[in-house]
Every structure is written in C-alpha cells, then in structure tokens.
C-alpha cells in the first residue's frame, strides 16, 4: 500500500488532491493535514512514501514545515514535493530547496507532472528503505554469525566460508592467515594465492596506509569500520566497507587482525544514482530555464567513470533541426562541426531499437571523421520524445574507454526518463504562450472579473477579480477554490457555499448557468454579483469560465427602495411629499393618523390646512425658508389635527431635484412631540425639586466643611503672631513657612472630604451646557495659579486648540476638578519646560480634554497602577515629591461618575500626557442634576 501525506491549510484543496491521487495511483491511500504541526505530528506516526506540502499556509508556511521535516531524524528521508504558485520567483525556489524539498510542481497543478513526480519520489523512498533494511540486516548477519563463531567450533568452517561477506585474518605481521572464498573472490586472487601475501601487496600504498591507521586508533575489543578501494588481479575498481577488529596483548603489542569486508560498489552506485535523480528532480521541478536543465542533466549523465563528455540538443520547432543547448569536454571544432544537423536521417532506426542508448556516428561517415578527430573512443545518444517524436537528444562521449558499460547507459537512461516529463511541459507551455498572451489581452480588458475552474480549483484569473475582491495579487486566487471566496452564512434564506457547488454541478450538466451570488472581500465585506458559468474544454480537460459582475449599485439601490418603502409606509412618525406649490403628491398612514384624517382624505390637498392658529403654526413661512436653504432641520411647529386640536411637531424637510438641478418636489418627516413636551414640563418641576435638594445638600457639607477648617484657620491666623524676640526676617520666614504649610493642610483635607463624598456615592451631577474654549480658558487660569504658588517659573503653560469647537452636557466643576488634579501633577513633576492644556473633538458623540508636560515621565511598569486609591508611580521619592496617592483615583472616579474615561502615554525624562474623553451628551438613563 502506498502512503502519501498532503498538507494544506485549505480543506477543499485538500480533497481535490486526495481524490486525483488516489483515482491516478494504485493502491494508494493519501493522509490530509489542515496544519503544518499536524502534519508533522502525521508523517513521523505513519512514515508516508511523499508528502506533498503546500508552501502558502498560516503560523508554519512550507518552507519553515519542510525544514522541521528534514532536521528530524524520524522523517529526513521522506521525499517532499512543495506546491507553490510562485514558480517563478527564484529566491523561492531557493528557499525551497535550502529547506531540503526534492521536487516543486507549480500551481495550477499539470496532473501528469504531479502523478510523474510523485512516482519518482516514491521509488527513491522505497529504494532507500530497501538500502536501509539491507544494510541493517546484511551487519545484523554478520555480527550474529560472528558472534556464533565463539560459541561453537563446529560450525566454524562451514560459515565463514559459506558467508556472503568477506573475511580475513591477519598476524602481527600484515600476512593473510585466513581469508574465506568470498574474500578471495572480492580481492580477485586465488585463495592460496591470498595465504602467501601481504596485505600491503594486496592494496595501494594510500589504502594500506588508510587501514594502518583506522586499525592502530581502534581500542582493545572495539572495531573500526571504513571505506577503501582496490583493484582486482583483472583490473576492475571495487569499493569495500571494512569493519576491522585488532587484537593487542596485555601489554598493548599489535598481534594482528580479524576483519570483514563488502564489496558496496553497487550499492555505492545506486546510492549516487538515486542522490543525482533527487537532485535533477529538484533543479527541473524548481525552473523553466532549459539551459539549466540540460546543463544538470548533463553533468550528471558523464558523472560516471567510462564518460567524460557529451552535449544536449534541442529541436528547434521552426527548421526541426537540433541545436546545441550546453555541452561538456569537446573542443569548439567538434561543436561547430555538430551544432546544428538533421535528426531524420536516423530517427527511423531509433524508432525501430528497443535500447534507447546506443552508438550511432559510425552508421554515418561524416559523423565518424568527427569521432575520429574529436580522439573519441565510445559515443552514445538518448533521446527525449513527446507524442511519439524526438524532441530533445542527450549525447555523451568518452576519450578513454571503447565501450560504455551497461550501468552507465542504465544510470543515463534513467535521468533522461526522469526529465521527460519536464521537458514536455516546457515545450507545451511555449507552444501555449502566444494563445495564452491573446486569452489574457481579452480577459484584462474587461471591467468584469473572469475566472477559470478545473476540478473545483481556480486555475486563471484576471485582474478585474483581484481589483474586485481588493486583493493585490492573482496568487490570492490561484489553486484555491471559488468557495474560499465566499460565506456559509445564510443570507436571505440562501447559503452561497450551497449555491456556489449548485452552480457548478449545473454548468458540469448543461454547459451553462446562470445565478446572483455573494461574494465576500479581503477586508471581509459581502456583497452581490451576477454570475455566467460556462463549460469549455481543451484537449480532455474540461474548464468552467466564470465571469462575475459586480451588483452593489444595483443591490444599493433595491435595497434604498426597500428601506424607502419600509420608512414611508411602515415608518411610525409621518412621511409626505408635495409639489413646489404645496400639494400633497404622497403621505404615510403615519401622518395621516397624526392629523386625523385618512390618506385619501389628504391626497392632492395643500399641505398648509394642517397649520394650527397657535401663534406658533408659522408653517407658510417655514416652507418658505426651505425653498430658499433647499433644507428644514429639526424646526418646531404647531400643527392642527381633522378636528382643531393643536399639538407640537419637529419637520425636518429637504428640496428634491430632477437630473437637471431643476427643483421638483418637497419631502417632508414630522414627529408628534406632544409627549417630549410634556416630559420636560415634567422635567422641569423634577429638576426644581432637586436644585432644593442640592442647596440642602450644599448647606450640609458647607457645615462640616466649617467644622473642619475652623481649627485651621485658627492654626494660620495665630501663626502670623510669633514671638517677638526672633528677628525681623526670621519671623517673616517662619511665618511665611507655617502659613504654607497650614494651606497644604487644608488642601488635603479638603481633598480627603471631597473623595469621601464620591466614594461613598454623595456627589451628584450638575450638568450645564459648556463652552469647551471657555472651559479651557478658566482652566488656564488656574494653571498659572498653581504655577505662580509652586514658585516654578522655568514651566511655561501653553493652551491647544482646534477649530471646531463642540458645545457638551457635562458637569463644569467636577471637569474642573479632573483638570486640577492632572495639572498639580504635571506642575509637581516638571522642573522646567512646557505644560500644554486643551482639547480636540474626536467624533460627533465625544470630546477629548489633554494635560501634556515635560516632566520625569512614567515608567512603563508603573502606568497601570497609578489610577488606584493611595497608589503614585514614584514611591521611593515621595519625599520628594509630596501627595496623597488620591488625585488621579479621584479624577479617575469623577470620570466615571461623566461616563468618561482616562488615560496616560509617558515615555520617562521624556514627559507624559494625560488623555480623558467625555461624551458630549449625558446617558438618558443616568440619574443627573441639572442646571
């Protein structure tokens, strides 16, 4: 069973590439990842063939997922194939590479290339894990059977000899005491031949010297294990894997050897086979160049002992010759003699021979005198076909040997197979490139956002989808499905991913749909399009053209239509429309309900038999006014119903005019604010109510504000009378001193009672309209009050204020208070520089008020305390800097009591800045005192 893994932060992607895979590969099933983190977790648990890894995905992206792949020991040698729609950026493919991924393929997906690179990666995996298993059980073997050697005698002959590996022993002296037949027969010398030999006359000088000293650092019961070369009686270069055991006295003298050695040349081929189809796997998989394709494959082709030379030629597709691409190892004469030359001739016999490399320049004279002079011994040619014909030829050459081994023409065939598929799809795609450049010039010409859609995944776009959907990039588009662009929420009794899937089964029935969708845009909006499915194909692929057109003009107009209809005739205050002279054209039941009449009793009648005869029913020149300002906001009128019964109304009335400027007709709205009004009549009598309950209140609180600064005020006036014997400036001084400190005093307990009162919830609002520049104005004043008493004459106070000047709701005293608080601080924690004081209107519901200084500033770790009762940023100075720890809990509190809120930015020796916005309108809900 073969096993891949897909990973894929996109579900539908996902499903698409596990129902090809598993339809094109037999007996295949393919694990899905949603995550990169899953998909590790997956590929260690089940040690797929391929994992196929898209490279755009959240948290993990491909590459970075590839990379944890290959560092882990558990999955390093499992292929990764990346899916990328950057096929073109090389810093990607770099990337991609450097992070250990074997092949890319490029979005949209080339089925056959997929299923090709797949199979490919497949059996270098499975070829690894047969290398692997044989090398383990082939050493497992060994050191089992000679281990059995010391258990028994018996068997002692028959094993070593009937081994599979080879073995030897050698005395103090390097002469063979005992070699197996298989050791004979790796060496190529006869068995009593080997018995009378040293080993030294066996080897070269440089691998002697290599077994000397891999042996003389092995440690009495150790082995060493290494690789060596050498060369049979016959001439034929082996390669051997030694594992050698010393053997020492007790006094550490060199006694001999015992050694088993493999002959790996094979395994060490096929090794370096498999390692070149990895790489001409990734290198034809991450580029289009041509150039760069032959070249690898080139250099790989002659990589080989009995090549060492050779050229790629391609088939021009004008004059069908084949022209030289790159070439290795030939002198420029040969080159110029061979550049370009007709493959006709022997395209015949190729077709007709079953063994794709074989020598050809001697069937053809001129090629032969080439071969001559070139000093060429053996020539060979692969070629590289799509549909049946020759496309591209592959020739290698060597200057030493007479004949090209069978493993090196196996090895050469094997590359050239591999590279086919890439060959194919570049040739396919530049015979595509002029239909491909007219589609486009039609397709990006178009204001309406086209789309194609293979097996459920975009495989085109233009850019009228990308300006559609406000995304920078087709590559947002590309490889993923149209239902990614989409939404599950049900709009209008309609799921547009259900419609969506709908469409396309419909258009894959009948070639052709039809239908209104909802699209959803990269900032998340929704909105309508009218979509036209139409089903092409090309070649046996079947694509469906998607052209999009954008509906929110049309949307927003049913839908002002529908809000129209819904305000008229549903609404609950009155809607009506006249002519210029005052005719009623249209009216709601609303406003006839609130007049009295019937809407047919109404119609066609003029507007001003609804004015009362209060000397407040000045309808006539209101709608004057309006024909003159083209706009009526929020006026009160007095209005008359069926029956002479006046109420107040509010009329907010607008000119409407035609396409041309030319003024057409009135529209009118009017609310009966009979109950509002008797709700601030209400309010009124409330309001006096509660202006008595706050003079009690004050009356009480100035009573025990007296109690308490009656003995203050004695603390101060009696200070002033010191003793007489003192001098004259210390008298003044002192005095001066206790009088400061008597006022400093009272301030704090002032500020502890005024903070007793709201924390214990005894203040109240008073709100009044303010003037924010007057605000700001008296605010000032008290700045450089404080400024002048601090005895800070290095600060200077600045006032900021903007143009617009919004009049709020507030309490004037207690936004005063906040302002004291900020301001004592900043002056406090200033030495010298600036204090800014003012405001900025932040929308049309609030108002923002600042206090900015100069000052030491905040740290950073101390800014979320200072708001809290007793708590100040700089405790380990407060000798200092004098203060309560209350004001800005205090401000802080009195913010809230405003519905407002506060905060600071402070960067310290830097300065801070203290923010507090309050709503420009009281909550109606909230229990207020006003004035």
């Excluded at 050493?139 to 005698?153: F, M, P, R, S, Y």
Aim: overall charge negative; proline content about 2%.
């Amino acid at each position: 069973m073969i096993k891949l893994l897909a990973i894929d932060d996109n579900k539908n992607n996902l499903l698409a590439l596990k129902a090809l895979l598993e339809d094109l590969l037999d007996n295949c099933i393919v694990l899905t990842a949603q995550s990169a983190i899953e998909g590790i977790e997956m590929a260690k648990k089940n040690n797929p063939d391929t994992i196929i890894l898209d490279v755009i995905m959240p948290e993990l992206d491909g590459f970075q997922t590839c990379k944890i792949l290959k560092s882990d020991k558990a999955t390093e040698s499992i292929p990764v194939i990346l899916l990328t729609a950057l096929m073109t950026d090389t810093n990607s493919k770099i990337k991609g590479l450097e992070a250990g991924a074997e092949a890319f393929i490029a979005k949209p997906i080339d089925t056959s290339e997929l299923i090709a690179q797949t199979r490919a990666m497949i059996r270098i995996k499975q070829a690894e894990d047969k290398l692997r298993i044989k090398k383990q059980d082939l050493e497992h073997k060994v050191i089992n059977q000679a281990k059995k050697l010391d258990d028994t005698d018996r068997d002692y002959k028959n094993i070593l000899e009937n081994i599979g590996e080879g073995i030897g022993k050698l005395d103090e002296k390097n002469n063979f005491t005992y070699i197996n037949a298989r050791g004979a027969e790796i060496f190529g010398y006869p068995k009593q031949t080997l018995l009378k030999e040293k080993l030294k006359n066996i080897l070269s000088k440089d691998m002697y010297k290599t077994v000397m000293q891999q042996t003389s650092m092995t440690k009495p019961g150790k082995s060493a294990k290494f690789y060596i070369k050498t060369i049979t009686k016959k001439g034929v270069e082996k390669t051997l894997f030694v594992t050698a055991m010393p053997e020492f006295d007790n006094e550490g003298n060199y006694l001999g050897a015992s050694g088993i050695f493999r002959d790996v040349t094979k395994v060490l081929r096929d090794e370096k086979l498999l390692s070149k189809q990895f790489e001409l796997a990734k290198i034809s998989s991450a580029t289009n160049n041509i150039k760069l394709i032959a070249k690898a494959l080139l250099e790989f082709a002659i990589d080989a002992e009995d090549l060492d030379s050779g050229g790629v030629y391609m088939r021009d597709k004008m004059n069908r010759k084949f022209k030289l691409v790159t070439s290795m190892g030939i002198s420029d004469d040969f080159l110029k003699a061979v550049s370009s030359f007709d493959f006709s001739k022997i395209q015949q016999q190729m077709s007709e021979r079953k063994d794709m490399f074989y020598c050809m320049f001697n069937d053809l004279p001129l090629y032969k005198e080439i071969k001559v002079n070139e000093g060429l011994k053996a020539v060979g040619i692969v070629p590289i076909t799509h549909n049946d014909s020759s496309i591209a030829i592959l020739i290698v050459a060597s200057h030493k040997f007479e004949e090209i081994s069978e493993d090196t023409k196996q090895s050469v065939n094997y590359l050239t197979a591999q590279l086919n598929s890439a060959f194919k799809r570049i040739i396919v795609e530049q015979e595509n490139i002029a239909n491909i450049a007219k589609y486009k010039s039609l397709v990006e010409g178009t204001k309406d956002a086209i789309l194609t859609i293979r097996k459920g995944i975009i495989t085109d776009c233009n850019q009228a989808l990308c300006i559609m959907l406000g995304y920078k990039s087709k590559s947002a588009f590309i490889g993923k499905s149209p239902l990614n662009f989409t939404t599950n929420e049900i709009i209008g009794g309609i799921n547009p991913t259900k419609k969506g899937i709908e469409a396309i089964e419909e258009t894959l029935k009948n070639n052709f749909y039809e239908f209104e969708w909802i699209l959803k845009k990269s900032n998340g909006e929704l909105f309508w399009v009218e979509a036209r499915l139409s089903l092409f194909s090309t070649g046996n692929q079947r694509f469906i053209s998607v052209i999009l057109r954008d509906l929110s003009i049309q949307k927003e107009r049913e839908e002002e239509i529908r809000k129209f209809k819904t305000i008229t005739d549903e609404a609950h205050y009155g809607c009506a429309m006249t002519n210029l002279e005052g005719q009623l054209i249209y009216l709601n039941k609303a406003f006839a309900d609130m007049h009295s009449y019937k809407i047919e009793s109404l119609l066609n009648k003029n507007i001003k038999i609804l004015q009362g005869n209060s000397p407040n029913s000045n309808l006539n020149e209101l709608i004057n006014q309006l024909r003159e300002k083209e706009y009526l906001e929020s006026t009160e009128v007095w209005n008359s119903t069926k029956d002479g019964k006046q109420f107040p109304a509010l009329l907010n009335g607008m000119l409407i005019k035609d396409e041309n400027n030319t003024p057409s007709y009135i529209s009118y709205t009017i609310i009966d604010i009979s109950e509002l009004k008797q709700y601030e009549l209400d309010i009124r009598e409330a309001l006096s109510k509660a202006e008595e309950s706050d003079k009690l209140k004050a009356a009480f609180l100035a009573s025990i504000s007296h109690e308490l600064r009656t003995p203050l005020n004695a603390v101060i006036g009696f200070s002033q009378l010191l003793s007489s014997d003192l001098e004259d400036e210390e008298v003044d001084l002192y005095s001066s001193l206790i009088y400061e400190s008597g006022l400093h005093l009272k301030e704090i307990v002032d500020d502890i009672f005024y903070f007793t009162m709201v924390k214990s919830g005894q203040e109240k609002l008073n709100l009044s309209k303010i003037n924010p520049s007057l605000l700001i104005a008296e605010v000032h004043k008290l700045a450089l009050d404080i400024k002048d008493n601090s005895k800070k004459e290095d600060i200077n106070v600045k006032l900021e204020l903007p143009e617009e000047k919004p009049f709020l709701i507030s309490d004037n005293l207690k936004i005063i208070h906040v302002f004291k608080q900020l301001i004592r601080n900043a002056i406090k924690f200033t030495k010298k520089g600036e204090i800014k004081i003012g405001f900025k209107a932040e929308n049309k519901d609030s108002i923002i008020f600042f206090v900015k200084d100069t000052g030491i500033g905040i740290p950073e770790e101390k800014i979320d305390i200072i708001f809290e009762f007793f708590r100040q940023a700089y405790d380990a100075l407060s000798r200092q800097y004098e203060g309560t720890g209350m004001g800005l809990a205090l401000t802080k509190k009195l913010l809230e009591m405003l519905n407002g809120e506060i905060w600071v930015e402070s960067q310290v020796n830097t300065g801070s800045s203290f923010y507090f916005k309050i709503p420009l309108k009281p909550d109606n809900n909230e229990e207020v005192n006003y004035q």
